[in-house]
């Protein structure tokens, strides 16, 4: 196994332990994922090294906390949420994005790679977190690359129970953002954030992972419509 083989000294830093059956099932996400990306495109990465590094092992570089249902809040092409599905099987992850398209393409990698604690959801976060089925109920949100930490906790911290976390990806400029984002998770019913993981991408810059603990339920005026998020950020 290519995956397993030649990238031990990315793999056995990771805070958790792949199985043999679990490296295939990479394998096979990474090859469903570069070709439906001929069809759609949902990510620039398709050279082999570069998706491991920046896609699958970037994904797996978090101290997962407890929680057994987890949201991915604008997973794309399926990222963070399907390679940390096929490495917590016991666990139930939901993919959320706002593009149909992406969501059905999403689907079918994850039937190519037999990955089956997944459900999907189409639709803009800010909209189904005033839902009742969705609102306070998950232990685990996670997202990547979608948005700046102040619009992110209101796209995000809706969907926590309380006593739950969300974790943000965050590239190098993770810092002056959670700086920047001042009260915001305050106001949405959360912790002062902290910075919990620091992945160092092999030569590819450094993403941090923002952690942030849900202690109060989320005032009902928030999320608010996304144009006034976008406009006037919470901080
Ligand atoms: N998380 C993936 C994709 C990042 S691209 C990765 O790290 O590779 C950002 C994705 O977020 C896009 O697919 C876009 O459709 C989705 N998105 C942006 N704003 C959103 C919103 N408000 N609600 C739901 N999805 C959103």
């Not at 959670?178 to 993981?197: R, Y």
């Amino acid at each position: 196994m290519k995956l397993k083989d030649n990238y031990q000294a990315l793999w056995e830093k990771l805070p958790i332990t792949i199985t043999d059956d679990q490296f295939e099932k990479l394998e096979k996400l990474m090859d469903a994922v570069v070709e439906m990306n001929q069809k759609l495109n949902l990510t620039r990465i398709t050279d082999y090294e570069d998706f491991a590094v920046r896609h699958l092992f970037d994904s797996l570089a978090v101290n997962m906390p407890a929680g057994e249902l987890v949201l991915d809040v604008g997973t794309g092409g399926g990222f963070p949420g399907l390679p940390l599905a096929v490495c917590y099987p016991e666990r139930r992850f939901t993919l959320l994005d706002a593009t149909a398209k992406k969501i059905e393409a999403v689907k079918i990698i994850a039937e190519k790679a037999s990955i089956h604690n997944v459900n999907f959801l189409i639709g803009r976060a800010e909209e189904l977190s005033r839902n009742e089925q969705y609102r306070e109920s998950y232990d685990i949100v996670v997202s990547r690359a979608v948005a700046s930490y102040a619009v992110l906790s209101e796209l995000c911290l809706p969907f926590v129970k309380r006593g739950g976390c969300f974790l943000a990806w965050k590239g190098p400029g993770g810092e002056e953002e959670l700086a920047d984002a001042g009260k915001a998770t305050i106001l949405l019913g959360g912790n002062q954030p902290e910075i919990k993981d620091k992945n160092v991408l092999k030569n590819r810059g450094v993403h941090v992972i923002i952690f942030c603990e849900k202690k109060r339920e989320t005032p009902r005026k928030y999320p608010r419509p996304f144009g006034q998020i976008k406009k006037k950020p919470l901080n």
